[in-house]
T-cell receptor, first 114, second 109 residues
């Protein structure tokens, strides 16, 4: 199993540009979520999903959209990039049978907005 | 808010036990305590979780006080590879975690 994969690893955007961060998992996990981590800070929850077709907002959802059309994929869209969205973005997944406690995280996408 | 309080940093000598404290005085009766760690800038890694009883696995032990207002993560024989940020988490948004700032553990030889 590849686990949780994220692409791209690095990205530089100009203010106002849009882009999609990709996240995929091959463990057939029902639950998926997106976090951002600013320098020296803990992770903050952006959006999460409990299954295909179901998403909900986390702590810091503004400026981001998500959709969950398949169990495997959970893309994060930046609508109009701003310098405040410069951060490291982590995707995670977990099994409904295990609950939230054992989440598997991807390697992260490092995004810089100039 | 993260509902947990952890010291920002701790030091430990290699081979010694690392005891990482966490205060969670407002924890609800059905909320679990979770511990994760983050090495360098990698994605966080699950360590252990518990509700009331002490728990042990191959990585660590978790000691939860009887009133559940605090807990301690114990790494019995810390190695240099245990240098990381350790997060104590009690808030859960359905199926996702609410992180705090964690404790930076530095293990030195």
């Amino acid at each position: 199993n590849a686990g949780v994969t994220q692409t791209p690893k690095f990205q530089v955007l100009k203010t106002g540009q849009s882009m999609t961060l990709q996240c995929a998992q091959d463990m057939n996990h029902e639950y998926m979520s997106w976090y951002r981590q600013d320098p020296g800070m803990g992770l903050r929850l952006i959006h999460y999903s409990v299954g295909a077709g179901i998403t909900d907002q986390g702590e810091v959802p503004n400026g981001y959209n998500v959709s969950r059309s398949t169990t495997e994929d959970f893309p994060l869209r930046l609508l109009s990039a701003a310098p405040s969205q410069t951060s490291v973005y982590f995707c995670a997944s977990s099994s409904a049978g295990l609950g939230a406690y054992e989440q598997y995280f991807g390697p992260g996408t490092r995004l810089t907005v100039t | 808010d993260a509902k947990t309080t952890q010291p920002p940093s701790m030091d430990c000598a290699e081979g010694r036990a690392a005891n990482l404290p966490c205060n969670h005085s407002t924890i609800s009766g059905n909320e679990y305590v979770y511990w994760y760690r983050q090495i360098h800038s990698q994605g966080p890694q699950y360590i252990i979780h518990g509700l009331k009883n002490n728990e042990t696995n191959e990585m660590a032990s978790l000691i939860i006080t009887e009133d559940r207002k605090s807990s301690t993560l114990i790494l019995p024989h810390a190695t240099l590879r245990d240098t990381a940020v350790y997060y104590c988490i009690v808030r859960v948004a359905e199926t996702a975690l609410i992180f705090g700032k964690g404790t930076t553990l530095s293990v030195s030889s």
